[in-house]
């Protein structure tokens, strides 16, 4: 079992994703022609079942793109996703060391975790891995990413990222600055930026990873220039904005009469 983006940021390079949060392998198929280093399947806000998650993380897999999970909140979601073959997970709302530590525990084979055994899943090959190899590879391989996005989050965040087992920290942004109050500005609101400007020093203090989501090429870019190494855009949204520039590109004045 092999990791391309946890060893391309083992190594301090940088990586480009995007949150997909529907059910299409066409549009992963797609990021992964396009040149993407992984992504997330948005399983707390998109809408999947576990056989669709499968289908989106085998696409992801033909096309050499990393497959990351975000987690919803439903108890098993760790495990489902890890045994459909996710190389990763991105937890949301870990506010404490202890939720780290949980998050962590879900995604390791004992000792090291509390992750159910199993070898007829896909991440074992149906059986064609099993025993200590592709435990201690899948413990080893797997990246463990909680999202700070709220000010309690951010308030604990040298606890959070002290915890063994966590490979990177991301920023939600949007869900900080709703839990800061600021619903109308968003995340540029000059609080939301202090405390953002705050996690990335930190994280560079405690040389630890720090990944953020971006709206597209432009935000991706200022993102890797405060020091994110781990950046993923909404598919979405880009395609969204893409679209309404080709109509209001299209649009044109009837020709005056005469």
Do not use: C, W
Request: aromatic share 6%; hydrophobic share 40%.
């Amino acid at each position: 079992m092999e990791n391309a983006v946890k060893e391309k940021l083992k190594n301090g390079e940088k990586v480009l994703g995007s949150f997909i949060g529907i059910y299409s392998p066409n549009l992963v198929e797609i990021m992964g022609y396009s040149g993407f280093d992984f992504v997330v399947i948005d399983d707390e806000h998109g809408a999947f079942s576990h056989s669709e998650l499968e289908n989106m993380i085998r696409t992801a897999e033909s096309v050499n793109v990393v497959p990351i999970v975000r987690v919803s909140y439903d108890n098993s979601s760790i495990q489902k996703a890890l045994d459909r073959g996710a190389k990763g997970i991105q937890v949301p709302m870990v506010n404490t060391k202890e939720d780290a530590e949980r998050a962590v525990r879900k995604a390791k084979f004992p000792p090291r975790g509390t992750r159910g055994a199993a070898y007829s899943h896909r991440a074992a090959r149906f059986g064609k891995d099993s025993g200590e190899e592709f435990l201690d590879a899948s413990d080893e391989n797997i990246l463990v990413i909680p999202h700070i996005e709220t000010l309690a989050a951010a308030e604990n965040f040298k606890e959070i990222i002290s915890v063994e087992g966590i490979d990177a920290a991301f920023i939600g942004t949007t869900d900080l600055s709703v839990n800061m109050g600021y619903k109308s500005e968003g995340p540029k609101h000059p609080e939301v930026q202090k405390v953002v400007s705050k996690l990335y020093r930190e994280a560079a203090e405690e040389n630890v990873i720090i990944g953020t989501v971006a709206a597209d090429s432009a935000g991706a870019e200022k993102a890797f220039e405060k020091g994110a190494n781990y950046v993923g855009i909404v598919a979405i949204s880009v395609i969204l904005k893409s679209l309404e520039q080709v109509v209001e590109a299209s649009k044109f004045k009837n020709p005056e009469k005469v």
